[in-house]
């Protein structure tokens, strides 16, 4: 459904990424791992139209979207949960989500829409019904996580892009956000994940990407990756880079 081919991409000219590719298949997860700086949230905002590529390509569903504008992707269906969440501080979670719906608005039956999509919300972030009136700003980080991950569902996503969503969120918290994160999953709903927690993230993926450094330096199996003994290692820093499974060439 999504492709990446050999794409480099950076800001000022300059490479964050090399020769990456990557391929999601339609209604799985795929996780990328890797330590801060490896060029993750590059990856993504490159998918997104936020990053300049400077040479690879960027399929969806066949179709080259390379030189696509960010709002035409987001059109597409390729929407994203942003690094830090990005909510816009003084609107309200209601606001918030409404903004999430603005892909659907030329939709013919759109209010009846709207309210479905916003009850699907709700039905997995219970706490945001509560919060409906509340500004962004005053959340807790982990409501705000609701909120940024409610938003992005709001648009109704073919794929589904989240640039660590568990980022600075207490451990009750990450387990609640693997769990709806599931439940996306076993709805059919494709997804790539870019994570720093490398054992939830396998756990719900069906594929593993692990970066360094700009590039990919292994991939395979999600199962066979948690298996791994060097991912292990890896993350504990005892060893270099994941190297034992699908060593990238």
Known sequence: ?????????????????????????????????????????????SICGLTEVHA????????????????????????????????FGPLTVDENLRLGFHRLRRSANRTALFKQRLDYVHELFPKLRERTGQRAVTLSGGEQSMVAMGRALMADPKVLLLDEPSIGLAPLIVELLFSVLAKLRDSGLTMLLVEQHAEESLRLAEYGYVMSTGAITAHGAARELLDSPSLHQSYLGESPALSTVGKAS
């Open 1 to 45: 459904m999504l492709e990446v081919a050999d794409l480099r991409a950076g800001y000022k000219g300059s490479d964050a990424i090399r020769s990456v590719s990557i391929k999601v298949p339609r209604g799985q997860v795929v996780t990328v791992l890797g330590p801060n700086g490896a060029g993750k949230s590059t990856l993504i905002n």
């Open 56 to 87: 690879g390509s960027i399929y969806f569903e066949g179709a080259d979207i390379t030189r696509l504008s960010a709002p035409d992707i987001v059109d597409l269906g390729i929407v994203q949960v942003p690094e830090g969440r990005q909510l």
